[in-house]
Nanobody, 115 residues
């Protein structure tokens, strides 16, 4: 059983920053890809960023140059540093982990960007 625990969400003003964390119950080195997705009210869940076991990263155009995904293998944790936040970044953010045998999701963490 793979468990993913996301944390770090909250309320922040436009232009502010937050760092999300996703702690796993297994070694993150065992996952081919880990990433973050988000779901805004009334919209589908969208891709935000991924990082491979080799460290390669990929970002949605809407967050490129503002968000940074990283991983700490020693802590079995993946992070999403979010800077220059905008109102349109408001969403529930979900952690995702992919192995050959399947894809796993954590519970969401709410991010609200508002003045």
């Amino acid at each position: 059983q793979v468990q993913l625990q996301a944390s770090g969400g909250g309320l922040v003003q436009p232009g502010g920053s937050l760092r999300l964390s996703c702690a796993t119950s297994r070694s993150i080195s065992s996952f081919n890809v880990m990433g973050w997705y988000r779901k805004a009210p009334g919209k589908q869940r969208d891709f935000v960023a991924t990082i491979t076991s080799g460290g390669a990263t990929n970002y949605a155009d809407s967050v490129k140059d503002r968000f940074t995904i990283s991983r700490d293998n020693a802590k079995n944790t993946v992070y999403l540093q979010m800077d220059s936040l905008k109102a349109e970044d408001t969403a529930v953010y979900y952690c995702n982990a992919q192995k050959t045998i399947g894809t796993f999701w954590g519970q969401g963490t709410q991010v609200t960007v508002s003045s």
